[in-house]
C-alpha cells in the first residue's frame, strides 16, 4: 500500500483518486477561516500542483496549508492540536491552515498500537516530533526556493506568518506563491527545529478550528454521512449477550413501507430500509427466538460473590518490592479494606454507526472510529478484498472515549452492504448503544497497608479481580474473519499481537495500571491481578485501569491517613519524596484550593492524587453532603502537569470535561448485569450529569519543558476519590463503591 | 402527503405520519445538524423549535407540526442566533460537538424569552440537554456573553 500512494524517492504525496460509483468524500476536512482563502492577494496558476514534500502538509498555490491529521477528532480538540505543531515549524500563517483525514497508510500508523488509531493519550505525543520535523523541513524547502528565485543565499531569508522574506531587501514571497519552484527541489532530510523560546503558536490558547462547524450544524459526523441510493439499517441483537438466533419470522416487518432488506448477520438480525424510522419500525415487528447462549442468568450479584472468593486466592505478581508478608507481620498497625467498582457504559452521544458501499473490487467504509486500522483490515477480511481496494474515511465523532476503537458496528456495516450489494449505513440506536457496550470491567479490590509505629507505610498490599479488556478485541476480530480468509489475516494479527501494547494488554498488567505504578515510595509493595472473565464484554474506557485503580487506591491512602490521624495531604507528600512532579502537581493544587484554610459551613474538602501513563493530575474537590445523603461538588481545583503544552485552552477543557466524565460515574450512574444482559438502556436509567451539577472547575497548569505526555484522559481518575475523600470529610462515612448512593451515606 | 414548513420553506413529503419529525429533517431533508442520540426525548440533542417553543424532535410525530414553523440549527437567524453563535465561537464551546446544535437551539429560546438569565435560569433552561464531553463551564460563559451582547 505504501507505495501506491508514495512515490519512495521524492515523498510525493499523491491524492488518491476518487473510487467511481461513490461520489463525495466525506470526511473531517476543516479550514481555519474559509473567507481568508479568497482574500490572498496572489494570483495562483490553477495548473500548479500543491506543494506535498512529506506524508503531512500539502501547501496550494493559494497558500493554504493543509495538515494531514492521522488521529480522530472525538472532541479531544486534535485537528487544532496537530495543525499548531506543524504551523509552529512550518512559520505558517494560522488563518490559512486547514486539516483533512490521514488516508490508509503505514505512514499514519500510531506507533502505539502499531495501526493507524487514536487512543491512551497518544496522539500529541506520538506526532510532537515527526510533525515538527515536517513542518520545519517544508519550511526550510520553501525558504531555498525563495533564494534561488532571487539569487541570494539561504541564510539571508527568515520566515513569517507564511511568507519568506528577504531581510537585506525586504522582498517578501508568500508560501503559495514559491509552491510550483520548490516542488522540484529537494526536501531537507535534516532539519533544526525551534527553540521553544521563539514559539509563537506552540503554547497559546489558539481557538479551535472545528468550532464553526460545530455551531452552525454543519460537521459531518459518521450518523450524517450522506450517499446516493443509501439504505439505512438497525440491527436486532440478541437480548442476552452473546447469544444467538434460533428462528426468525420477518413476514411482517418485510411488509412494512420502505423495507428492503431483512437478513440474520453474524451479530442478529439486520433490516434494511429507504430510512432509519422505517428500519426500525420494521424491526419492532420482528418475531424471532434466540439461544440465550452462555450468559444467561449471569448477574452483577453473582459475580460479586464468584470475585469475593477469588479474592482469597493469589494473582499474578505485576509488581513486587520488598517483602510484604513480613512487612504486615510486623506492623505496629494494619488497615484492610475491600472496594468494589461497577461496569461503566461509555454513552457517547453519537451512537455506534457505519457505512459501508461494499462493490465486486472496493469497499469504502465511512465511520466515526478511533481504530482506522482495524476498520481497514476487518472491512477487508470480510470482503475479501486486497487492502488497497478498501478506502476507510474518517468522519467527525461524536464522542469516543475508548468505545469506537472496537469495530463491532462496522463490521455489521461491511455485512450488510455486502448482502445487500448497496450502500448501507447501520445506525445502532441509544438501547443498541448502551446494551452492546463493551464496558468499562467492573472489579473487586483487596487492600491491605501496614503501618509502623511512627505511622509510615511501610506495607502495600493490592490484589486486584478484575477481566483484561484487549482480549475482547483480538477475539471480536478473529471470530469474524471466515477460514478462507484466515492466512492473510493471521499474518497480520501476528503483527498486532507482536505490538508491545498487545502484550502489556494481555499480560494483566493493563489491568493493574493506576495501581502498579502509584508515584508513592512504600519500602514493600506487591500488586496482583487475579484474571477473572465472566464474559461481558469490556473495553477501554476514559482513562481504563486508571479509572477504577486511582479511585480504589486514593480512596484507600486516605483511609490510613485517617486511620493514623494524619492530614490527607502531608500524609501523601511524606510518600512522595521519589516523585517530585507528583509532588509539585499535588502541592498546587492543594494550595490554589486553599488546603487547610476555613471553609463555608457544611463545605469539606477531599484531595486525591492520580493522572494516566505519564500526566501527573491531582484534585481537591469541595463537597456538601444534605440530611438525604445527596451530594453536591461545589468546586474542583485541579493541577497538571502533561508536559509541554500545546494549548492551554485545551488543557483546561479536556480536564474539565474529564471531572464532568468522571463525576457521572462517581454520582450518577453504572452498569449493573442481570439475566446476562446490561439492565441500563438510555440516560434514563443511565443518567449522565447535567449543567446544573457541574461544579466551578479551575485548572492550574505545572510549566514544563519536557515532551507532551496527552491530556484526554488523565482527568478522569482522580476526581472520583476527590469527592468520595471530600465525603469523608463531611460524614465521616467511607465510601469504597461507586457510583455514591445517598443511602449509604445516612444513619 | 403532507406540508411541512422547515426553515421558511416549505416541503411536500410522502411520510408515514408518526414519523418523528427527527427522522424527517434528517432522512428526508438531509437537515442533519439536528441529531439523534437518545430517541425518547431524555437528552435534548434533537433540538429543534416549532413555533418558536424549544422541541424535542425525536419524540414529535411529523403530524403534529403541519402546518407550524419549524426551526432547526440550519435556519436560526436573527439577532439572538448571532450573538449566540458569536459567542460559542468567542469561547470555543464544542468538544466533540455532537449534542452542540441542541445546547444552542436551547439557549436560543432561553435568551428569546429572558434576555439577561441567571445562572439559575441558565440551569432550570439548560439542564435538560446533555453533554457528555462536559462543555457545561464554556455553554455557561457563552450563554452570559450573548446575552451581554444583545443587551449593549
Same mark, same amino acid.
Given at each position: 500500500m505504501?507505495?501506491s500512494?508514495?512515490?519512495?524517492g ?6 488518491v ?14 479550514r ?15 495548473n ?5 514534500p ?6 496550494d498555490?493559494?497558500g ?8 480522530s477528532?472525538?472532541?479531544?480538540g ?6 499548531m505543531?506543524?504551523a ?8 490559512k ?8 497508510d ?8 502499531g ?15 515527526e ?7 517544508t ?8 533564494a ?7 541564510r ?5 506568518d507564511?511568507t519568506?522574506v ?10 503559495g506563491?514559491?509552491?510550483e ?15 521553544r ?6 503554547g497559546k ?9 460545530k455551531?452552525?450544524?454543519?460537521a ?15 440491527v ?7 447469544g444467538?438466533?434460533?428462528?426468525l419470522?420477518?413476514?411482517k ?14 451479530s ?22 434466540w ?11 453473582k ?12 494473582g499474578?505478581?505485576?509488581?513486587e ?16 479494606a ?8 461509555h ?6 454507526n ?9 469497499c469504502?467504509v465511512?465511520?466515526?472510529?478511533q ?7 476487518i ?18 465523532l461524536?464522542?469516543?472515549f ?5 469495530v ?10 455486502k448482502a ?6 447501520v ?10 457496550d463493551?464496558f ?7 487492600l ?5 509505629d511512627?505511622k ?5 498490599h493490592?490484589?486486584?479481580?478484575c477481566s483484561s479488556f ?5 477475539d ?22 507482536a ?12 489491568a493493574v495500571e493506576?495501581?502498579?505504578?502509584i ?46 490521624g ?10 512522595l ?28 474538602? @477531599? +484531595?486525591?492524587?492520580? !493522572?494516566f501513563h505519564?500526566? =501527573?493530575v &491531582?484534585?481537591v474537590?469541595? *463537597? ?13 481545583t485541579?493541577?497538571?502537569?502533561c ?16 471531572i ?5 460515574a462517581?454520582l ?29 472547575v479551575?485548572?492550574?497548569i505545572v ?5 507532551p505526555? @496527552? +491530556?484526554g484522559e488523565? !482527568?478522569?481518575?482522580?476526581? =472520583?476519590p &476527590?469527592?468520595?475523600?471530600? *465525603? ?5 462515612k ?7 448512593r445517598p ?5 | 402527503?403532507?406540508e ?22 434528517r ?25 418558536g417553543?424549544?422541541t ?14 419549524i426551526?432547526?440549527?440550519e ?13 460559542w465561537?468567542e ?7 455532537y449534542c ?10 432561553l ?21 457528555r464531553?462536559g462543555?457545561?463551564?464554556e ?9 451581554g451582547?444583545?443587551r449593549?
Open positions: 505504501s507505495k500512494i508514495f512515490d519512495q521524492r515523498r510525493e504525496f499523491l491524492q483518486s476518487c473510487i467511481a460509483g461513490v461520489g463525495l468524500l466525506i470526511g473531517c476536512s476543516i481555519a477561516n474559509a473567507s481568508d482563502s479568497t482574500k490572498l492577494h496572489t494570483n495562483p496558476n490553477e500548479v500542483k500543491p506543494l506535498a512529506n506524508a503531512w502538509i500539502r501547501i498555490p493559494k493554504t496549508v493543509t495538515v494531514i491529521v492521522n488521529h477528532e472525538m472532541g479531544q486534535i485537528l487544532t492540536g496537530l495543525a505543531i506543524v509552529e515549524e512550518l512559520d505558517a500563517d494560522w488563518a491552515m486547514r486539516t483533512e483525514p490521514a488516508s490508509m503505514p505512514v499514519y500508523a500510531n506507533p502505539v498500537f495501526v493507524q488509531a487514536t487512543g491512551g493519550s497518544t496522539s500529541t505525543s506520538t506526532c510532537w516530533v510533525l515538527r520535523r515536517a513542518g520545519a523541513a519550511r526550510e524547502l520553501l525558504v531555498a526556493a525563495a534561488v528565485t532571487w539569487k541570494v543565499p539561504n539571508e531569508c527568515r520566515t513569517k507564511g519568506v528577504h531581510q537585506p531587501t525586504g522582498r517578501i514571497l508568500e508560501y506563491q514559491l509552491v519552484k520548490a516542488a522540484g527541489m529537494p526536501v531537507p532530510d535534516k532539519v533544526r527545529l525551534k527553540s523560546k521563539d514559539y509563537k503558536i506552540v490558547p489558539i481557538p479551535r478550528l472545528d468550532t464553526r462547524a455551531t452552525t450544524g454543519t459531518i459526523f459518521g450518523i450524517d454521512v450522506r450517499l446516493k441510493g443509501l439504505l439505512t439499517a438497525t436486532l441483537h440478541p437480548p442476552v449477550i452473546g444467538r438466533l434460533r428462528t419470522d420477518a413476514s416487518a418485510r411488509a412494512q413501507k420502505g423495507v428492503r432488506h431483512i437478513i440474520p448477520i453474524s442478529g438480525v439486520a433490516v434494511a430500509a429507504d430510512t432509519f424510522w422505517q428500519a426500525k419500525k420494521a424491526a419492532d415487528l420482528l418475531e424471532v427466538t439461544d440465550k447462549g452462555p450468559l444467561a442468568g449471569l448477574s452483577s450479584d459475580i460479586r460473590a464468584r470475585r469475593a472468593n477469588l479474592s482469597k486466592q493469589s499474578t505478581t505485576i509488581r518490592s520488598g517483602n510484604v508478608e513480613r512487612a504486615m507481620n510486623g506492623a505496629a498497625k494494619v488497615v484492610e475491600v472496594y468494589e467498582l461497577p461496569y461503566q457504559a454513552a457517547c452521544p453519537e451512537p455506534m457505519c457505512t459501508a458501499h461494499v462493490r465486486e473490487d472496493a469504502d465511512w465511520v466515526p472510529t481504530n482506522q486500522g482495524g476498520t481497514h483490515e472491512a477487508a477480511a470480510l470482503t475479501g478484498l486486497d487492502l488497497d481496494r478498501v478506502r476507510v474515511h474518517t468522519t467527525f461524536g464522542g469516543g475508548g468505545r469506537r476503537g472496537y463491532d458496528f462496522v463490521i455489521e456495516a461491511v455485512e450488510i452492504s445487500v450489494k448497496a450502500p448501507v449505513k445506525i445502532w440506536s441509544r438501547e443498541d448503544d448502551i446494551r452492546n463493551r468499562r470491567p467492573a472489579s473487586y479490590q483487596v491491605r497497608a501496614g503501618l509502623d511512627r509510615r507505610l511501610v506495607a502495600l493490592h490484589r486486584s479481580v484487549m482480549d475482547g478485541m483480538i471480536m476480530l478473529a471470530s469474524a474473519i471466515m477460514p478462507r480468509w484466515l492466512p492473510r489475516f493471521a499474518k497480520n494479527a501476528a503483527a498486532t499481537v505490538a508491545p501494547v498487545v502484550k502489556h494488554f494481555r499480560s494483566g498488567k493493563a493506576g495501581a502498579s505504578d508515584p508513592y515510595a512504600i519500602d514493600n509493595f506487591l500488586v496482583e491481578h487475579v484474571n477473572d472473565d465472566p464474559g461481558i464484554p469490556t473495553g477501554a474506557w476514559r482513562s481504563v485501569a486508571y479509572s477504577r485503580n486511582v479511585f480504589v487506591v486514593e480512596s484507600f491512602i486516605d483511609e490510613i491517613a485517617a486511620a493514623v494524619k492530614d490527607p495531604l502531608s500524609f501523601r507528600i511524606d510518600l519524596g521519589k516523585s517530585p512532579k507528583h509532588r509539585t502537581v499535588l502541592e498546587t493544587a492543594a494550595k490554589k484550593a486553599r488546603w487547610g484554610e476555613s471553609l463555608p459551613a457544611g463545605i469539606h474538602r @477531599g +484531595i486525591a492524587l492520580g !493522572g505519564d500526566t =501527573a &491531582a484534585m474537590a469541595e *463537597v456538601s453532603v444534605d440530611d438525604k445523603g445527596r451530594v453536591k461538588v461545589h468546586r474542583v485541579a493541577a497538571v502537569d508536559g509541554t503544552v500545546i494549548n492551554p485552552k485545551s488543557v483546561d477543557t479536556q480536564i474539565a470535561g474529564c464532568v466524565f468522571g463525576l457521572t462517581t450518577k450512574s453504572s452498569i449493573t448485569i442481570k439475566d446476562g444482559r446490561a439492565e441500563q438502556s438510555n440516560f434514563h436509567d443511565f443518567p449522565v450529569l447535567t449543567i446544573d451539577e457541574m461544579p466551578l479551575e485548572v492550574h510549566p514544563s519543558t519536557t515532551p505526555t @496527552g +491530556i488523565a !482527568g478522569v481518575p482522580a476526581i =472520583a &476527590a469527592v468520595a475523600n471530600a *465525603v469523608f470529610a463531611a460524614t465521616g467511607r465510601v469504597r463503591n461507586l457510583p455514591i443511602r449509604d451515606l445516612l444513619g | 402527503m403532507i411541512l414548513r422547515v426553515n421558511e420553506n416549505t416541503h411536500r413529503l410522502d411520510v408515514e405520519p408518526d414519523t418523528p419529525l427527527l427522522w424527517v429533517l432522512d428526508q431533508l438531509g437537515l442533519t445538524g439536528t441529531k439523534y442520540s437518545c430517541g425518547i426525548g431524555e437528552c435534548g440533542s434533537c433540538m429543534v423549535h416549532v413555533n417553543e424549544p424535542r424532535s425525536c419524540v414529535t410525530p411529523v403530524d403534529q407540526v403541519i402546518g407550524k414553523e426551526t432547526t440549527i435556519g436560526l437567524t436573527g439577532q439572538v442566533a448571532e450573538a449566540l453563535r458569536e459567542a465561537i469561547g470555543d464551546v464544542p468538544q466533540c460537538g452542540q446544535s441542541g445546547q444552542i437551539m436551547t439557549a436560543a429560546e435568551l428569546a424569552s429572558n434576555p439577561a438569565p441567571s445562572d439559575a435560569d441558565i440551569n432550570e433552561a439548560m439542564s435538560g440537554v446533555l453533554c464531553c462543555s457545561y463551564r455553554i455557561r460563559r457563552a450563554i452570559h456573553r450573548a446575552s451582547r444583545l449593549k
